[in-house]
């Protein structure tokens, strides 16, 4: 018996889809995540020896104090890493008091330099300086190789005339004390880049920045405590309750109309789907001309003589007239996305049903509540969805009509934490987050709640 073939054009047309997914969803999505819970540089690797391929014994969180123990000066490879402490020695010759050649390595800070190689400008002579510290030492240390740790060769007076032979960059490592996030104590050693001593006192410093990141919820934490996260998820909210409402009445009303086919039914439909043809940007500066004092709307209370002077609607004392702007923008410019969706269902709503409901003398209203209503649930589904996770997002509107500083809106915060203001991606990610996990209980609740029959059964 022959296998049976495998029919791969179904998999084929759908591999675009979730290709698209993966490039436009996932990923984004993931990203998104990993900005809001992963911090960057959170905790600084602390290691056993003074060599980035030692043992890390431990990690101490970033801002925490530390005790400076010592220094040493590693050879660099490459480039030197940014923010990094360096000590530069000289490879001297020179003949000490007692007449002995003398030959090693000298930090660049101890010599004078009197002649440079005309053509590289690298260092060839110089003198000792003298040490003019109390109760320094007087004579200047000659190592075998370049750092203080390694063995004394001698030690040259000041005034010695030296021959400098080459010059070496060394980057300096701290060997640290302090707490991890468990408070136990490491003693070891970190590059200097991340650490800064103390003005006052050297020996002490503390973490400036990390080099390995962890799961953390201080950008949430962040965001909760940010002193407009509260006016804007109230704001945020209020809106979506206040227009979600509205834009379905009065989008139930329009495609009922349309589905009357009245006389001039297409010119209905093209008059309520124009504010499609709108960007938000739009809608919301020209709303904003509408309330201003010297607006349309002022112009016609005193055209009319309803009011001697102008009403003061944008205002920081007038919030409530930004939210009724808003809502009225906002019903303006997206109940016909809902329309569109309400009159796509009724399509396929029978009219034999609605004219066996009008034969047995069921009124209009009955007929929306007890038939078109029910059979409407999958639209309504979708429209109840599609408009409150657009409503969750309102931005350019809000910006528009308030500059988005009078009232503001999780939207608006997520901008506001990302753009050059601030520029925090992780804060911004963080507010970006919330939004989808409101829209995501808001959708499985519209699911849930506004089930057809068949859904309510399965």
Do not use: C
């Amino acid at each position: 018996m022959r296998p049976k073939k495998i029919n791969w054009t179904p998999y084929i047309l759908l591999l675009p889809s979730v290709l698209y997914l993966a490039v436009f969803f996932a990923f984004p999505m993931a990203r998104s995540f990993s900005l809001a819970f992963w911090k960057d540089n959170a905790t600084l690797a602390v290691h056993e020896q003074a060599d980035i391929s030692s043992t890390v014994i431990g990690n101490i969180p970033q801002a925490a104090n530390v005790t400076i123990l010592g220094t040493q000066g590693n050879l660099i490879e490459g480039e030197i890493p940014q923010g990094s402490l360096t000590e530069v020695w000289f490879h001297i010759t020179a003949t000490d008091a007692e007449s002995q050649p003398v030959e090693g390595w000298v930090l660049e800070d101890r010599v004078r330099v009197d002649e440079t190689d005309a053509e590289t400008g690298a260092p060839t002579l110089g003198r000792i300086r003298a040490v003019r510290r109390s109760g320094a030492d007087p004579q200047t240390s000659v190592y075998a190789e370049p750092g203080e740790s390694n063995p004394l060769v001698t030690k040259l007076d000041a005034q010695t005339e030296v021959t400098i032979l080459e010059q070496t960059t060394l980057e300096v490592w701290y060997q640290i004390s302090g707490a991890d996030r468990g408070g136990q104590t490491l003693e070891g050693w970190v590059q200097s880049s991340y650490i800064v001593p103390g003005q006052s006192d050297p020996t002490v410093g503390f973490v400036q920045r990390g080099n390995t990141g962890e799961v953390t919820l201080d950008f949430v934490r962040t965001m909760v405590s940010d002193r407009y996260f509260t006016p804007a998820l109230i704001t945020t909210l209020l809106l979506t309750a206040i227009t979600i409402p509205i834009q379905f009445v009065v989008a139930l009303v329009m495609a009922l109309v349309i589905q009357a086919r009245l006389k001039g039914n297409s010119f209905f439909l093209y008059i309520f789907a124009i504010p499609l043809g709108v960007s938000e940007l739009a809608v919301g500066i020209v709303f904003f001309l509408l309330f201003t004092e010297r607006g349309y709307i002022n112009s016609f209370l005193q055209g009319i003589g309803l009011i001697d002077q102008t009403i003061t609607f944008i205002s920081a004392d007038t919030k409530h007239w930004i939210i009724i702007a808003v809502v009225l923008a906002e019903v303006w410019r997206a109940t016909s996305i809902v329309m569109v969706i309400l009159v796509s269902g009724l399509q396929a709503v029978p009219t034999e049903v609605l004219e066996a409901g009008e034969v047995y003398g069921a009124s209009l209203w009955q007929r929306v509540r007890y038939i078109i209503l029910p059979l409407l649930k999958p639209s309504i589904q979708v429209a109840l969805i599609l408009r409150t996770i657009l409503a969750l997002q309102v931005f350019a509107v809000v910006i528009a009509i308030s500059g988005g500083d009078i009232v503001t809106t999780l939207s608006r915060e997520t901008y506001r934490w990302y753009s050059e203001e601030i520029r925090n991606a992780n804060l911004a990610a963080a507010y970006a987050g919330f939004i989808m996990l409101i829209s995501i209980f808001a959708a499985l609740f519209y699911l849930r709640a506004v089930r057809s029959e068949q859904e309510a059964s399965a």
